[in-house]
C-alpha cells in the first residue's frame, strides 16, 4: 500500500532498475566479445545500481 511520495518513488525505481537491467543482461549476451565474469558483473552492477547502473554501462562499455 503506498501511503507516502517516497514509497511511489521507490516502485518506479524498482521498476527503473529492472527495467535497466534486462537491457543490460539482454545487450550483454547478444554478439558481445567481453568474457563471461565480465558480463555477469555489469549485469549485477545495474541490478544493485539501477538506472545509474544502466548510465555507467552505457558510457564505459559502448564505443562511440
Known amino acids: 500500500m503506498f501511503v507516502q511520495p517516497v ?10 532498475a529492472g527495467l535497466s537491467t534486462a537491457y543490460v543482461a539482454w545487450d550483454q549476451f547478444r554478439n558481445n566479445p567481453e568474457p563471461v565474469v565480465m558480463k555477469w558483473g555489469f549485469i549485477l552492477v545495474t541490478l544493485y545500481m539501477g538506472p545509474l547502473g544502466l548510465l555507467i554501462y552505457v558510457l564505459a562499455d559502448k564505443e562511440p
Open 7 to 16: 514509497d511511489y518513488f521507490l516502485a518506479v525505481w524498482f521498476v527503473l
